[in-house]
């Protein structure tokens, strides 16, 4: 039986975002669906942009979501190392069998003579401006060669050959060795680049399935051929379609309302398992209206014949909608676990800030709006003058209200709503007229939960004093 390994490769140059977060839920999903094992490899041979702690925050990221890690740098298996930089060795000795086959060459042509002939073939109106061969039609001839320069090392691609796959998502695909070109695998840094080590990589590390963006697939004839040459059999490839804003546009950095990184959502209290519901439909479909999963479910239920062939758009709202939904599921004591970071500084009891995240709980759709909310219950509450003009047009309703609250010996949530609609009918009001005069003086807010509820947390001595310090400015 094919063992079933999928593989994510990000690269330390930045932090885990939306897209790379997706990719890895897609390959955790069907590696797990098909009792197989999901990689986490490190391409970390970028050195000039590489970040401090860009693959502490990837993994960090991707098991927050909820994703488990079968092998990685700090969880090794019998395929390290999992880092590109601790591989060259690898990869050199199968540079020097490619330049031995004769298949890969050395290349001496310095950058400006690179600019130049790309910029010949542009005003001869080539739009992919290609390698003009130099190196490789005189490999074989003694020309003097500065020994200062330190070459780089180029395959070299058969004339007109149809590289042709059969992919997970768009069926069969070809392209044709004309629109690629003879490639770079190492550079005069002695570094090798992207899609050489794939390739090396993903053999040695059995990948069964390369599941990646779509951008991938110009690079994919370049991997085929490096799998022919070496005689491996290659993993089946499955490109992803995009992601896109509310305008249709792919996703990127400026699109500021999706957050973007992962460790964003954490920090703005969305619940791991929102993140891991919300994108497993990003793009997947099971195939029914069900949209709330847990997570053994979607592992049962995932698989490529659900993959959406067009872009998938990133609908923050559905996001929120989705957190709102498993925030209201949280019982108590997660609740608190939850929440309390936002407001630890607050000087309130645990079990004032307990009942007030209860209060709030139905209406929270980011973890962080509880600090704002929370201010309603604290001294930090004032209405603006326009709010406060407009709730005492009801002073003779306030006054009022404030001797029914005096009578009150039962102070208890129940208690306080029969008396509010008491008052309401003694005055002939309802509604907003009733609740707006009301919220404005003891909240300086004109919306939030009930005010019996908000009543029953202040306590007698706070609600009174609220509402008599209104009365009287």
């Given at each position: 039986m094919k063992k079933i390994r999928l593989r994510y490769a990000p690269s330390p140059t930045g932090y885990l975002h939306i897209g790379g977060a997706r990719t890895a839920l897609f390959n955790y999903l069907f590696a797990k669906a098909n009792h197989g094992k999901f990689i986490v490899r490190i391409e970390d041979t970028d050195y000039n942009r590489e970040i401090k702690d860009g693959e502490k925050n990837q993994l960090d990221g991707l098991r927050w979501m909820g994703i488990e890690i079968d092998e990685t740098t700090d969880n090794p298996g019998h395929y390290g190392p999992y880092k590109q930089s601790e591989r060259l060795d690898i990869y050199n000795k199968y540079i020097d069998q490619l330049l031995e086959k004769g298949v890969a060459y050395k290349c001496y042509c310095s950058p400006e003579e690179l600019a130049s002939s790309r910029e010949k073939q542009l005003k001869a109106g080539i739009i992919s401006p290609k390698y003009d061969e130099k190196c490789w039609n005189s490999r074989n001839t003694k020309i003097?060669?500065?020994?200062?320069?330190?070459?780089?090392?180029?395959?070299?691609?058969?004339?007109?050959?149809?590289?042709?796959?059969?992919?997970?998502?768009?069926?069969?695909?070809?392209?044709?060795?004309?629109?690629?070109?003879?490639?770079?695998?190492?550079?005069?840094?002695?570094?090798?680049?992207?899609?050489?080590?794939?390739?090396?990589?993903?053999h040695l590390m059995e990948i069964s399935h390369v599941m990646r963006g779509e951008e991938h697939i110009s690079n994919t004839p370049k991997q085929l051929h490096l799998f022919d040459v070496f005689g491996w059999k290659h993993p089946e490839f499955v490109h992803l379609t995009i992601i896109t804003n509310d305008?249709?546009?792919?996703?990127?950095?400026?699109?500021?309302e999706t957050l973007q990184f992962i460790h964003l959502f954490k920090e703005n209290g969305f619940l791991p398992i929102a993140i891991f519901n919300f994108l497993a439909l990003l793009g997947w479909s099971p195939k029914t209206t069900q949209e709330i999963f847990n997570k053994k479910e979607l592992i049962k239920k995932f698989n490529l014949e659900g993959l959406s062939h067009a872009p998938s758009m990133f609908n923050y709202d559905k996001l929120l909608w989705t957190n709102n939904y498993f925030i209201k599921r949280l019982n108590p004591k997660e609740l608190f676990t939850f929440l309390n970071p936002f407001v630890k500084d607050l000087e309130l009891s645990d079990e004032i800030k307990r009942q007030i995240f209860h209060v709030f709980q139905p209406q929270l759709r980011e973890g962080r709006e509880i600090k704002t909310l929370i201010k309603t219950f604290t001294d930090e509450f004032k209405a603006t003058p326009k709010l406060k003009t407009e709730a005492l047009k009801s002073l003779s309703l306030l006054k009022d209200f404030e001797e029914v609250l005096k009578q009150i010996n039962q102070w208890e949530r129940s208690m306080l709503k029969t008396q509010i609609m008491d008052l309401g009918k003694k005055h002939n009001v309802r509604g907003k007229e009733l609740f707006f005069p009301l919220r404005i003086a003891l909240t300086g807010i004109n919306h939030g939960p009930d005010l019996g509820s908000i009543m029953e947390i202040f306590g007698k001595e706070k609600t009174m004093k609220r509402l008599k310090e209104f009365i009287n400015a």
């Open positions: 003097a060669i500065d020994p200062k320069i330190i070459p780089s090392i180029r395959v070299h691609l058969p004339k007109n050959h149809d590289f042709t796959w059969v992919d997970g998502v768009r069926g069969e695909i070809t392209i044709n060795s004309k629109d690629v070109g003879d490639w770079i695998i190492k550079k005069s840094n002695d570094i090798p680049t992207y899609n050489f080590a794939v390739v090396i990589d993903d305008e249709g546009k792919k996703l990127s950095k400026r699109d500021e």
